[in-house]
């Protein structure tokens, strides 16, 4: 379904034609891969090959447009707020500005379409973010994904010299913790590095909950966490290594993958707590 009225609330060189769509059930020219994706949709492709996608469009595993629960009263599954959409357009150029392999932002629209929730009294207008990617297939897609399809990804991805690397889960390894040694140096919180949010061609996605200096957390209890969730992004990045090698049916070394996150500065003793010792008997 296309909405015809809409506005364009902010917009990169990248745009060439927006897609103001509204996913329902039967349309046709909207894409969706997985049930994974839940509210993004493939509307096109580039001629250099890559892919357009839009987010917000609505569900895709229900016979209904949008669903709410009120454990999140600001959270309508299937619809992306316009703070939401703009929080993911910036922050995404933020990332990309590091040199980070991203999704390349198009376009956030604001659709003129209100949509009222009755349980907390209030009408919004859904927004569109509109990206372009390299590849749509995510990582957490596998189970939706023939071996094959995964492998033809797989095998685009840039080989190390390094001998200890060579297996492919490692290459994986590099890219997402050199990525993140990089994000953490420069203030970057992605917040939600889980295997949803990363292509199968590793690239990074996602950014309606990041952090970065050019735009902060404008909640003073949010941004209180901030040092903490750092620490807790290192671990998601391991669960996301042993998740790749687990798709690729490649047994995972701990011992090489504690030493690259070494390498890059990332100390896992710091998080170890000592065995059989109590503060009593510490204390004794």
Same mark, same amino acid.
């Given at each position: 379904?296309?909405?015809?009225?809409?506005?364009?609330?902010?917009?990169?060189?990248?745009?060439?034609?927006?897609?103001?769509?509204?996913?329902?059930?039967?349309?046709? @020219?909207?894409?969706?891969?997985?049930?994974?994706?839940?509210?993004?949709?493939?509307? @096109?492709?580039?001629? &250099?090959?890559?892919?357009?996608?839009?987010? @917000? &469009?609505?569900?895709?595993?229900?016979?209904?447009?949008?669903?709410?629960?009120?454990?999140?009263?600001?959270?309508?599954?299937?619809?992306?707020?316009?703070? *939401?959409?703009? =929080?993911?357009?910036?922050?995404?150029?933020?990332?990309?500005?590091?040199?980070?392999?991203? &999704?390349?932002?198009?376009?956030?629209?604001?659709?003129?379409?209100?949509? %009222?929730?009755?349980?907390?009294?209030?009408?919004?207008?859904?927004?569109?973010?509109?990206?372009?990617?390299?590849?749509? !297939?995510?990582?957490? *897609?596998?189970?939706?994904?023939?071996?094959?399809?995964?492998?033809?990804?797989?095998?685009? !991805?840039?080989?190390?010299? *390094?001998?200890?690397?060579?297996?492919?889960?490692?290459?994986?390894?590099?890219?997402?913790?050199?990525?993140?040694?990089?994000?953490?140096? &420069?203030?970057?919180? $992605?917040?939600?590095?889980?295997?949803?949010?990363?292509?199968?061609?590793?690239?990074?996605?996602?950014?309606?909950?990041?952090?970065?200096?050019? $735009?902060?957390?404008?909640?003073?209890? %949010?941004?209180?966490?901030?040092?903490?969730?750092?620490?807790?992004?290192?671990? *998601?990045?391991? =669960?996301?290594?042993?998740?790749?090698?687990?798709?690729? $049916?490649?047994?995972?070394?701990?011992?090489?993958?504690?030493?690259?996150?070494?390498?890059?500065?990332?100390?896992?003793?710091?998080?170890?707590?000592?065995?059989?010792?109590?503060?009593?008997?510490?204390?004794?």
């Amino acid at each position: 379904m296309i909405i015809t009225s809409y506005k364009v609330l902010s917009k990169t060189r990248s745009l060439s034609n927006p897609f103001p769509y509204l996913f329902q059930k039967g349309d046709r @020219g909207m894409d969706n891969l997985s049930p994974i994706h839940c509210r993004s949709y493939i509307v @096109g492709q580039h001629k &250099n090959g890559r892919y357009i996608v839009t987010k @917000g &469009n609505g569900l895709s595993y229900s016979t209904h447009q949008f669903l709410y629960t009120p454990e999140m009263p600001t959270d309508v599954l299937g619809l992306l707020r316009k703070e *939401d959409a703009l =929080r993911d357009f910036y922050c995404g150029q933020d990332v990309q500005a590091l040199g980070i392999k991203t &999704n390349q932002m198009e376009c956030v629209m604001e659709l003129d379409y209100p949509i %009222y929730i009755v349980q907390t009294d209030e009408t919004i207008y859904p927004c569109i973010l509109q990206y372009n990617v390299e590849c749509p !297939w995510r990582i957490a *897609d596998a189970g939706f994904m023939t071996q094959n399809l995964i492998w033809k990804e797989v095998n685009k !991805w840039e080989r190390l010299n *390094d001998k200890n690397y060579q297996e492919d889960y490692l290459i994986a390894a590099n890219v997402l913790i050199r990525n993140l040694r990089i994000m953490h140096d &420069n203030g970057v919180l $992605h917040n939600a590095l889980t295997s949803e949010n990363i292509t199968w061609a590793l690239e990074l996605l996602d950014f309606e909950l990041c952090h970065t200096p050019q $735009h902060p957390y404008s909640k003073e209890d %949010y941004i209180r966490h901030v040092p903490d969730l750092f620490d807790r992004e290192v671990i *998601d990045t391991y =669960r996301l290594i042993i998740y790749i090698a687990g798709v690729l $049916h490649q047994q995972v070394d701990f011992q090489i993958v504690d030493n690259l996150f070494a390498e890059y500065g990332f100390n896992l003793n710091k998080y170890v707590l000592p065995n059989g010792v109590s503060r009593k008997s510490e204390e004794e």
